[in-house]
């Protein structure tokens, strides 16, 4: 948990209490989905999906919250250190008086404030995190409390991880998945390529550790053979990083259910609206149980973007601005411009 002297084990128990409060549930599917695969096709046409009824079922309870107590340099910021904090990085929270939430959990600067556990701590060393960037000061601590959350930030500022690393610690917290349950972390987004980059940011952690080496990510979308994604997921599977419509045609064709998903990604969510994605994506998170985490990353904040948070957030998220909300590429990245003149020849 990084070089926290002294405070390590109480961020230790943070960190687990998931396992205190998981196991005395068990899940108790609705009469479709018992002992076959739910009817997502029966006189339905593609793309239509059955709506799952969550009232009444009993569902695996979640573990959310990691952020029962603050670290100590965490814990010593006082109301006005945490907006000195949030100005270095150009921070806003957009709907700070938000009523559903007390408060907005205070932003971070050393790597060692986060509850990560050593597992996922250590990848961050090695990949030369020394401190966290602008998204990440405040997107950790959000997501580790357990809040829904929209981060708008540049491109290549760092949002997927902010990210991956809490999803990885929401789900080594929950019951240990089987073969043909599910996946519990849920990653939209809207190309191949970034499918790919994705699950190659998941497996750096996955693959460092044998902690997480159980754990198992499948990357899902057009251009490659089903049959392979098929077998992905019908085995154990952790996390899936999809494109929307080949996702929504893995669970028409019966090849996966979304039952036990508590933890959903859209990354690059300006992008899926771009596409036309979103009634696929509005299609996959109805089959998601209600009490998800859910977090949408984007560059931009586009018209139709707050509609869609609103709708699939079943909780107030902490929406998260850092810079203008306006398209804009990472200040790091150099860019050169060629003019070409407009006159014949």
Not at 40 to 58: S, V
Not at 171 to 191: C, D, S
């Amino acid at each position: 948990l990084g070089p926290s002297a002294g405070h390590a084990c109480d961020a230790w128990q943070n960190y687990q209490q998931g396992s205190k409060h998981t196991s005395e549930k068990i899940i108790e599917l609705p009469k479709a989905h018992v002992g076959k695969w739910p009817k997502w096709r029966d006189k339905k046409p593609y793309q239509e999906p059955e709506q799952i009824d969550w009232n009444g079922m009993k569902i695996v309870k979640i573990c959310k919250d990691f952020y029962e107590n603050d670290h100590p340099l965490t814990a010593a910021r006082t109301p006005e250190d945490c907006e000195k904090v949030r100005l270095e990085h150009s921070i806003s929270i957009v709907n700070e008086h938000e009523q559903e939430w007390q408060e907005v959990p205070k932003p971070i600067e050393e790597m060692e404030e986060a509850p990560f556990p050593d597992c996922v701590y250590n990848v961050l060393k090695e990949k030369g995190f020394d401190r966290p960037t602008s998204i990440q000061v405040q997107a950790w601590p959000v997501a580790l409390k357990g809040h829904d959350l929209v981060g708008i930030a540049e491109t290549g500022s760092g949002k997927t991880i902010a990210y991956v690393p809490p999803m990885l610690v929401h789900i080594l917290a929950q019951p240990e998945l089987k073969p043909g349950e599910g996946p519990v972390g849920i990653v939209l987004v809207p190309t191949r390529e970034l499918c790919e980059q994705v699950q190659h940011e998941v497996e750096a952690f996955i693959l460092a550790d044998s902690t997480l080496q159980s754990f198992r990510v499948a990357s899902v979308h057009g251009g490659t053979a089903i049959n392979n994604q098929q077998a992905a997921l019908l085995d154990r599977c952790d996390i899936v990083v999809s494109t929307p419509g080949r996702l929504v045609h893995l669970l028409n064709e019966r090849m996966t259910n979304l039952l036990r998903a508590t933890f959903v990604v859209l990354d690059e969510a300006d992008g899926l609206l771009e596409e036309g994605f979103e009634p696929q994506v509005r299609l996959i998170l109805g089959q998601i149980r209600p009490d998800r985490q859910v977090c949408l990353f984007s560059a931009t904040w586009p018209p139709g973007m707050e509609r869609l948070a609103r709708d699939i957030c079943k909780f107030a998220p902490v929406h998260i601005n850092v810079g203008s909300t306006k398209l804009a590429a990472c200040k790091s990245i150099e860019q050169t411009f060629h003019l070409i003149g407009s006159e014949p020849g």
